[in-house]
């Protein structure tokens, strides 16, 4: 038989059907390979900061006997006895071998600066500890702390190491006696900053964040909210209502420190408030995420159907009455969702805090509006600049905790829209 006629139509058709094919697993392929590589770079990140950071989570405590010596509590205010005295006088009962003024020094130099208010604390609350003996677990000092989570190696060269090898026997005879143990850091999340390590902890940033946040929540949402309705249902369009769409859009992508720029000008040298305080803080942030919620309430305004505006006003309804029982009630979901992001990124705002003063270094628990305080984004930048290096562990940690509450407030975006959402 006859060998049927090639088609070269046909032939160039599937030529170019196979190049197209080949191209579209090449798409495939490097799209597969962007996302895997996206995934490995977030996880190095994970992997870095918890691998550096976990250790922040357990705090080393020395078990001392201490004699609260009647003597040293003459005066009816207990805070000016000397506790720092009661704490050397027990290391130098437990080590009766160590006389020199230097090794008296390195051997009082294990325990934490801090330990001295711990005992003010517990005499404070139960002054029957006058005159009795107790045993007492206190922090010990950074260094050590840090030696025992493995952080400093002993087998470097003394010189080498900030804990010497006379610090290391006597460390090693107090873990011999069982007066050495690692718990739970709840002084992370129950104290405030403090120049030492082992004493320093995020609840005055926490609290700091908090008031900031709700100050900002308060002014940013029905201003926000109020804007876009007005913009997107009363407003005529015009070039005037067209020029205030764009500036909003642009006011969305302006540097975050502009604001902070903007807040050190008009809210602290024309209006005189005081620096340092959430208040401030709240202002500025106020300023910078009230763009973001406009655009997101307007398109959930716009993802409202015609058809409810004009159902509504077909029965009756003022405009009022239309956007305010109608319109406004099916398009919150999209607006809450759109105000959590905005949250969201204030949480993680450090530049223009920087610009009002938050910057300082706080070390008292914030109860108010106008009390000095910081942030968690900026208490991580400060310990992020200190030089001591139990602070890298501190870091991470605080980082995970900011990280932590961004993961829920995204995921409370997420099931909002999720659990409102009317699908047309």
């Not at 922040?56 to 009647?70: N, R, S, W």
């Not at 005159?131 to 260094?143: F, M, R, S």
């Not at 769409?245 to 040298?269: R, W």
């Not at 029982?325 to 992001?341: D, F, N, R």
């Amino acid at each position: 038989m006859d060998q049927p006629e090639k088609n070269p139509t046909i032939d160039k058709v599937n030529r170019g059907l196979k190049r197209r094919y080949r191209a579209e697993r090449r798409f495939r392929i490097l799209g597969a390979t962007a996302i895997l590589t996206a995934l490995c770079f977030l996880f190095l990140l994970f992997f870095s900061i918890v691998s550096s950071g976990y250790k922040a989570f357990e705090k080393t405590f020395i078990q001392i006997e201490v004699f609260f010596d009647p003597a040293e509590f003459t005066n009816e205010n207990l805070a000016a006895a000397n506790f720092p005295g009661l704490i050397k006088a027990s290391m130098n009962s437990m080590f009766p071998e160590v006389t020199s003024r230097k090794d008296k020094k390195d051997l009082y130099y294990l325990i934490s600066p801090g330990a001295s208010f711990q005992l003010m604390k517990q005499v404070k609350n139960n002054p029957a500890l006058i005159g009795q003996k107790e045993l007492i677990w206190v922090a010990a000092n950074d260094d050590v702390d840090m030696l025992l989570k493995g952080n400093i190696d002993r087998t470097r060269p003394e010189s080498e190491r900030r804990i010497s090898d006379k610090q290391l026997g006597w460390l090693d005879t107090l873990a011999h006696d069982g007066k050495i143990k690692k718990t739970f850091n709840t002084a992370f999340f129950t104290s405030g900053d403090s120049r030492e390590p082992e004493l320093a902890g995020i609840w005055g940033a926490t609290c700091g964040s908090f008031y900031t946040l709700l100050i900002t929540l308060s002014l940013s949402f029905p201003i926000g909210v109020a804007a876009a309705v007005y913009l997107e249902e009363f407003a005529p369009k015009n070039r005037w209502t067209d020029i205030i769409e764009v500036n909003i859009n642009n006011l969305a992508a302006v540097p975050s420190i502009v604001y902070g720029l903007l807040g050190l000008a008009v809210f602290i040298n024309f209006f005189g408030m005081p620096r340092s305080t959430p208040l401030v803080g709240g202002l500025v942030l106020t300023l910078m995420t009230l763009p973001i919620i406009i655009i997101a309430s307007r398109a959930s305004l716009k993802s409202v159907p015609p058809s409810i505006r004009e159902a509504a006003l077909g029965i009756g309804a003022s405009k009022m009455q239309m956007v305010a029982h109608h319109v406004l009630p099916l398009a919150l979901p999209g607006m809450l969702t759109g105000t959590i992001i905005g949250m969201a990124h204030a949480l993680g705002e450090t530049a223009p805090l920087l610009m009002v003063g938050m910057v300082a270094f706080i070390v008292d628990i914030p109860h108010g509006f106008t009390d000095p305080a910081t942030v968690l984004p900026v208490q991580i930048y400060l310990w992020a600049d200190s030089p001591e290096r139990a602070f890298v562990a501190k870091t991470s940690a605080a980082i995970m905790v900011l990280l932590a509450f961004l993961f829920l407030m995204n995921a409370a975006a997420v099931l909002l829209r999720k659990r409102f959402e009317i699908k047309w």
